[in-house]
């Protein structure tokens, strides 16, 4: 592991907070349905969200730091404003679930294309985005065939998933990487 | 008073003009309806309420410059720009006032904290950004209590206004923080 | 012509080609509909118009040139995220398009004041962003008096056509001639 256990935890703890925030958003607006009540909840979310994405915000800022050496510099605000930039991607996502796919799909897509300009990183940062933006609509198609949850009818076009769900991965794999460069930058 | 009297007045314009512009779209789109015709009307707006926003404009302006020394330099485009994401912060609740309130708020919030995270600041642009967070919603609650104005049933769960309505009124004291410090930094 | 002719097509297919994903936007989510179907069609676009999107392009480009010695600097990452920005107004414009009026052009010139304060550029910037404001809607205009294409009753309080549609294009030119100033900076 290139990442210490306190900072694994750290991207964990931060990727499980904002899934959950961004979880709850989907599910009050109806953006997702859980189907399957069997597990536990936390908030709006079966608890296995919240630690697959916290999962996935860690493993994201490994990978980051095994694609090359970490850029150096520690800013807090740019940290905090990625975290901020993310979630409110999230939420738009949420608030535009039922309106046409087109143009909601384009609005993440372009949202997601400015915050990697803004964060750049060069091509691990992009592979980190792209590495997300893959895995992640890809598992929650396997959540959708598993019956464990789905997606509202006006939302679903990409195999069960949104259409826009690889966009708002993609700009979580570059603040990830941000993160995770802006821990190792900080010790 | 560390304003100079022109420069109280620029601020209450500003936000008087801010106050109108951000209040015609609550009225136009439903967010808020005033209840009392008793006072004369400019605009869309009760008389009263650019008033207020202007005043409490003037004020976080003072706070500021007590709060300590102000940042050098001024940057015109910035000025323009933050009167300009506030504004568009205040644009999107009323777009969105009835959509599910938690992803809403979500928004907005992420929406103040990108612009705090811009404009920046340190403790005394957080105070007056905080303090227009408690004070803003407070003034407005007793608005609605008064039987002066009501938000609508999807954007008042905050004791009769909008969950958001802190997170805009932070946006607003960060711009307002900022903009008195400008004022300082042409004299 | 000041841009060569290879950089005067780079900037027609960068237009026509953002033309067709904004233009689908709109037409998916019913904010402009094409009344004849005479001429042929690509995407959900009549081929005229993003053939027009894509000279308005290269002529914004051309006329910054004309306007004055372009900044230099050529930075890839902000050409990019430029589009992006202006696509996702577009985007904005489609989604929001049922909503008042008011506050939706709000927001609209809202994002354009914060793209033209972004990008900068100063009096030469300014102008290709006010022609772009000016004769593209009045070309949109004349395209709605031919019954060529007409906005929803929503959004057409601007002599048919939307009262937000200024601001789109005042956020068009600014790229336009952003573009334009980074074609000549990588020579």
Chains 1, 2, 3 share one sequence.
Do not use: N
Not at 9 to 23: E, H, P, Q, R, S
């Amino acid at each position: 592991m290139r990442l210490q256990p306190k900072e694994l935890l750290l991207l964990f703890v931060v990727g499980a907070a904002g899934g959950l925030i961004g979880d709850a958003g989907h599910v009050q607006a109806g953006t997702t349905t859980y189907l399957d009540d069997a597990t536990p909840f936390i908030w709006e979310s079966a608890l296995w969200f919240p630690i697959l994405v916290g999962l996935a915000t860690a493993s994201i800022g490994e990978l980051r730091l095994w694609l090359g050496p970490p850029r150096p510099g520690f800013d807090a605000t740019v940290a905090v404003a990625s975290i901020a930039a993310v979630l409110a991607i999230y939420a738009v996502t949420a608030l535009v679930y039922d309106e046409p796919e087109g143009p909601a799909t384009t609005l993440i897509v372009m949202l997601a294309v400015l915050v990697a300009c803004w964060l750049g990183g060069g091509t691990p940062a992009l592979v980190c985005g792209l590495a997300a933006a893959i895995v992640g609509p890809v598992a929650e198609i396997a959540i959708v065939e598993l019956d464990l949850a789905e997606y509202a009818p006006s939302a679903d076009s990409l195999g069960g998933v949104a259409l826009w769900l690889p966009a708002l991965y993609f700009a979580f794999g570059y603040v990830a990487a941000r993160l995770a460069e802006f821990l190792v930058a900080r010790r």
